[in-house]
Every structure is written in structure tokens, then in C-alpha cells.
């Protein structure tokens, strides 16, 4: 292995890295394969042991191999391993612009925590813009474009904190007059929100495979409140044709959808659904998520993605409000996905799902 250069500008361990990683993806070591010992790549590439087994664990945070004792490391991806984090480069500090059954990694996020807290200094004592930094929106901007398929501009994108606070939000952007319909069964906090504000809404009773198409075409809600990948308490996920039908639902009423998409990068199947979003990107669908299971739900952030014919509305009824989460929590957020932590989380939890479903 004579690919190791001194001159690339890159670490060697992320050199080496980049290789194993390229080769598993490619099939030259597939599935249950067993590496070559570290002494042998060690010797092979003129690396340390140390340099070879930092490059090792990285393979195994992000999914790719498995450590067995005194056996050695075996491939463990395949390609249902849809979630590939992004390529790493020696520098992780994003630019400047002028508990769940899946924990994620304490010694990570305090690792993030303490280089937010020396590299960033003065931003993090910076007020937020209102919609959130600009750093953190480009980041899962990027973030949903590789996982997703979801191509949208960062001024799409509106950080808050948490999904409570996102659906007053949302309220205040869509109108308190009108009728929100929401699925039966329903997560209760939803419901309670939304009575809260003093919306009317309706229940809609859901079959197997989401909202049932004698409930769409009898209610009079004008905007429709639905969890397609996974409705909670129900355990509900639509198909392709049920979310069309929504969209055409909408699109027929001059609707609105609130695509609340809660954990859906958790999915174990081998391809990620297509988003409500993704169908209809311009005129209905606004799309919401957290980071509350992913990473925490301490961390009390969200974000919604609105469509573009919604922009301007946002900014005449809320372009004014400040920004609900802590500059220094969205820097932590913005460097676990620029540097990969976050989907490295992401692929370890799907395949624990996995062998255990």
C-alpha cells in the first residue's frame, strides 16, 4: 500500500481511512471479510500501530467493520448501510460566513463541546439570527441532500427550540382561523399544542396505511398535520401511494401539509421513503424534524423546512422573532454533522436495529 503521502495535506490515519473505507464500499472486502491485522497494514504502509488503529476505529464508529477479541476486525457493512457519513478532511471547524435506546456518544459530544467553546470564542456569546446561524443551516442543508435526497436552500431552513415551540411557529405562519386536521391516534402533545393556541381540529382516523381516503375527502381542515414515517402511537408508515394521495389532496384544496418527519433517520430498511417535501417542494409541504432522539432530547432543537412559496409570508408574520436556541448548541450541532460524528451515530444505531429486529 504505497498510497500513503506525506505531501497530501491530508493525516495519514485519514489517508488510510479513506482506502479501507473505499475498498469495503467496493466490494473488495465484503461482508464478513476480516481485514489484515494491524501489524500487517502497519508494515504495509509504514504507519505506526498507533496511526493504523486510529484509522480502525474510525471504520467502526462509522459502521464499516466490527473488533472481535483476539480475532481481529471483520466487515460488517452492506449496502442497505444507506447512510455513508461525508468524506473527512483534516480540518472540521465550518467556515464563517462575513436517551433514548440510541445514546449518542458522551465523550463525543463533550470532545465537540470543548472545541466549539475554544475555536468559535466570540460567536458563541453572538445573538442568533432569527432563523438560526447560517453555519447550521448550510450544514443540514448539506446534510439532507446526502441522506434525504432533499435539495434546499438554507434560507428554507428555520431553527427553534424543540417541536412545541416549531408548531406555535407554525401556527403564527399558517393562521389561526383555520382548521388543522390531525391523525386519530394521535401523539397527545400535538393535539394539546394545537388547543392550546385555540385551534380547531379534526380528528382523522387512520387504516393501515396512514389517513384513511374517506376521512381526507370528508374533512374540512385546510391544513393537515401527519408523521408518514412513523405515527406514533399507532406505528402507522404510508406507502408511496398513500403520500400521493396526500399531496394531491392538498394540492386540490390549496392546502397545507406539516410533514412532521420525527426519527426517520433511524429506519432500518434498506432505502429511505421519499419525503412529503420531496413530492411537493414549492407550494404545500413544510417539513419539520429534531434532533431530540438522534442526539438528545436535552438539546431541545428542531428545525422546519419551508416551501418556497412560503418564504415571504414567514418573513412578514415571523421574520422577527429571535431565534430560540443558544448560538453555542447550534456551533455543537453544526461541527457533529460537518464532521461526520452525526451520521457515524446514525449508521452504529441503524445497524444495532437491525440485528436485533
Sequence with gaps: MNFIRSTAGVPAYLQLYEALRSDII???????????SKRTLSTDTGLSLVTVEHALNLLEDEG???????????VVYRQEDIYSAPRMTAAVHSPRLSRSDAPFPYSVLARTMRRVI?????E?????????????REAISRYLARSRSLNVNPEQIIIGAGAEYLYGLLIILLGRTRIYG?????????????????????LLHM?????????????????????????????????SSKRR???RWALERRANIIEDDFASELSITTKPQETLFSLEPKH????????????????????????EDLLSTYEEKAGFYSCTVPAFIQYVLTELINSGDFERHINRTRRKMRQTT
Excluded at 124 to 136: A, F
Excluded at 215 to 237: F, K, N, Q
Design 284 to 307: 404545500t409541504v413544510i417539513y419539520m424534524n429534531t434532533f431530540s432522539v438522534t442526539i438528545a432530547p436535552s438539546f431541545r432543537t428542531g428545525y422546519i423546512i419551508l416551501p
Design 124 to 136: 458563541i456569546m453572538e445573538r442568533s439570527p432569527g432563523k438560526g446561524i447560517p453555519e447550521l
Design 207 to 239: 387504516g393501515d396505511n396512514g389517513i384513511l381516503t374517506s376521512e381526507l375527502m370528508r374533512t374540512s381542515a385546510s391544513v393537515l398535520h401527519v408523521t408518514p414515517y412513523h405515527s406514533y402511537p399507532s406505528g402507522i408508515s404510508t406507502d
Design 26 to 36: 467496493e466490494g473488495i472486502y465484503p461482508y464478513g471479510t476480516k481485514l489484515p
Design 182 to 202: 390531525i391523525e386519530d391516534p394521535v401523539y397527545d402533545p400535538i393535539q394539546n399544542i394545537y388547543r392550546s393556541h385555540d385551534i380547531s381540529t379534526e
Design 64 to 74: 464499516y467493520i466490527e473488533s472481535q477479541e483476539r480475532r481481529g476486525s471483520f
Design 245 to 247: 394521495e396526500y399531496i
Design 118 to 122: 475554544s475555536e468559535y470564542r466570540d
